[in-house]
C-alpha cells in the first residue's frame, strides 16, 4: 500500500503532538515535588497532580521527597568535659518544607544534614560531664533539636527531631560506676543505721529520763506520806495518846525484821535484845485497830479507858 505525502505529514504531526503532549504534561505523586528548570535555570515547583510544562523548553529538575523522613546517625565516639571517652549514635527526623531550597541551596542534603548532627552532638555533648551525660538525655535531645534546626532552616528544611539512642561508656568506666554506686549505697545505708541507732538513743535516754523522773516523784510523795505519818504520831504523842508511838515502833521494828530476814547473805538471824518491845508494840497494833473498826460513837475518854496498860520492854 502506496502511502502519500498527506499521509506522511499526518502521521508524523500526530506522533509530534504525542510527544509533545508526553513532554508537556505532567502526572506528581502524593507527597512529593518537582523543580521546573528552563535553560538550566529553576522556575517553578510542581505540586502533586496533573500539571503543564513547555515542552522542550522545560524539564524537570529535583524531584523532593515532601514526608517526613528518618535518618540514621551512625556511633562515634565523644570526650566529655571530664575527659571520658563514650560512644554515641542517635537518630534525627526532618521534614522538606521549601523543594526549590532544599535542591539548590546545598549539595547532597541528607549528607550535609548527617554531618551537621554529628559536629552538634559532639560540640553539645563534649560540654557536659558523664554523670551529666547519663541523667539529662531529654535536656541533650532538645538543645541539640534547637541547634541542628537553626542551622538547618536556610535549606529550607524542618528537623522535627533529634534523639539520642544509645550511650556508651568504656568497660572499665562502667566497672567503675558500678563500684561507687555500690560504696553509695553501702553509705547510705550506714547513714540510715546510725540515725536508727541515733533515734533509739535518744528515745531509750528519754524513757531513762522519764523514769528517773517518776522515781523522784514517787520518792517525793513516799518522803510527804512518812513525813505525814510523823507528824500524825508526834501530834498523838503530845495528845498523851501513847499507843500511837507504839504502833509507829512496831512498824519500823517489822520492816527492820523484814528486811534482816529477806537478806541472801543472812543464814542465822540474830533478835535484839528489845525484841520483847516488839511484841508490846503488836499487842498496841491490834488494840489501834480495834478501835479503828469500833463504832464513831465512842467518846475518846471511853477509849482511853479500853486501852491496855503499855508493855514495857524487858532488861532481863
Known amino acids: 500500500m502506496d502511502f502519500s505525502g498527506f499521509d506522511i505529514a499526518v502521521v508524523v504531526l500526530v506522533a509530534l503532538v504525542v510527544l509533545v503532549l508526553f513532554k508537556g504534561i505532567k502526572t506528581i505523586p502524593q507527597g512529593y515535588n518537582y523543580t521546573v528548570e528552563r535553560f538550566g535555570r529553576y522556575t517553578k515547583t510542581l505540586s502533586p497532580g496533573l500539571n503543564l510544562i513547555a515542552p522542550f523548553v522545560d524539564r524537570i529538575g529535583a524531584k523532593m521527597n515532601m514526608m517526613e523522613q528518618v535518618l540514621d546517625v551512625p556511633s562515634q565516639e565523644i570526650i566529655t568535659r571530664d575527659n571520658a571517652i563514650v560512644g554515641v549514635d542517635g537518630i534525627a527526623f526532618y521534614q522538606i518544607l521549601n523543594a526549590a531550597q532544599a535542591a539548590y541551596q546545598v549539595a547532597g542534603l541528607q549528607n550535609a544534614i548527617l554531618n551537621l548532627t554529628m559536629t552538634n552532638i559532639r560540640t553539645v555533648m563534649g560540654s557536659m560531664d558523664l554523670d551529666e551525660l547519663l541523667s539529662n538525655r531529654d535536656a541533650i535531645n532538645e538543645r541539640l533539636l534547637r541547634v541542628v534546626d537553626e542551622a538547618a532552616h536556610p535549606w529550607g528544611i524542618k528537623i522535627t527531631r533529634v534523639e539520642i539512642k544509645d550511650i556508651n561508656p568504656p568497660a572499665n568506666l562502667i566497672e567503675s560506676m558500678g563500684r561507687q554506686m555500690t560504696a553509695e549505697r553501702n553509705k ?62 512496831a512498824q519500823k521494828y517489822t520492816e527492820a525484821l523484814g528486811k534482816i530476814g529477806t537478806a541472801t547473805n543472812s543464814k542465822i538471824v540474830l533478835m535484839p535484845f528489845e525484841a520483847s518491845s516488839l511484841i508490846g508494840s503488836l499487842g498496841g497494833i491490834g488494840e489501834i485497830a480495834k478501835e479503828v473498826f469500833r463504832s464513831e460513837g465512842t467518846t475518846g475518854a471511853q477509849r482511853q479507858a479500853a486501852r491496855p496498860p503499855v508493855v514495857r520492854p524487858s532488861e532481863n
Open 188 to 249: 547510705r545505708a550506714q547513714i540510715l543505721a546510725a540515725e536508727g541507732l541515733k533515734q533509739s538513743q535518744i528515745l531509750e535516754a528519754e524513757g531513762r529520763k522519764e523514769a528517773a523522773f517518776r522515781d523522784a516523784e514517787a520518792r517525793e510523795r513516799s518522803a510527804e506520806a512518812e513525813a505525814r505519818a510523823t507528824q500524825v504520831v508526834s501530834e498523838a504523842i503530845s495528845k498523851g495518846d501513847v499507843q500511837a508511838l507504839n504502833y509507829f515502833v
